[in-house]
Nanobody, 131 residues
Framework: QVQVVESGGGSVEAGGSLTLSCAASGSTYINYVVGWFRQAPGKEREAVAGIYTGPGTAFYVDDVKGRFTISQNSANNTIDLQMNKLKPEDTAMYYC????????????????????????WGRGTQVTVSS
C-alpha cells in the first residue's frame, strides 16, 4: 500500500517561489504516476500537474504552465513541484497523489489527472500567497 506525504508549503508574497515535495513509499511499483492537486476554500479540487516517473512524461494545466515545474528529485527520492511567479489565486491546500502507472503518454496522464484517478493521497500542505 502506497503512503504519500507532502512537505514544503508556506506563505510567500506574490511573485515569489515555493517548492513542494511529495514522498511516496510502501510499494514496489517500477513506474509511478504522481499528481499534484489543489483545493482553495469554497472551490472544488483541481489538478495542477502530474508526471510518469518511468518515462518522465509531465503534464501541466494551462493556469500553471510556464510557472510550475514538476520533477523527480533522485537525491531525496521525491517528486517536487517548483512553483514560481506565484499569484494570490494560487493560494490553496496542495495535495499529492500517487499510484501505479499504466501508460506513458501525456494524453493518458491528462486523463488520469482530470479524473483524479489515484489510490493514494497525502494530507496536503498549505500554500498561501499574499498580494
Amino acid at each position: 500500500q502506497v503512503q504519500v506525504v507532502e512537505s514544503g508549503g508556506g506563505s510567500v508574497e506574490a511573485g515569489g517561489s515555493l517548492t513542494l515535495s511529495c514522498a511516496a513509499s510502501g510499494s514496489t511499483y517500477i513506474n509511478y504516476v504522481v499528481g499534484w492537486f489543489r483545493q482553495a476554500p469554497g472551490k472544488e479540487r483541481e489538478a495542477v500537474a502530474g508526471i510518469y516517473t518511468g518515462p518522465g512524461t509531465a503534464f501541466y494545466v494551462d493556469d500553471v504552465k510556464g510557472r510550475f515545474t514538476i520533477s523527480q528529485n533522485s537525491a531525496n527520492n521525491t517528486i517536487d513541484l517548483q512553483m514560481n511567479k506565484l499569484k494570490p489565486e494560487d493560494t490553496a491546500m496542495y495535495y499529492c497523489a500517487a499510484d501505479q502507472a499504466y501508460g506513458g503518454s501525456s494524453h493518458s496522464l491528462a486523463l488520469r489527472l482530470r479524473g483524479a484517478d489515484f489510490r493514494a493521497w497525502g494530507r496536503g500542505t498549505q500554500v498561501t500567497v499574499s498580494s
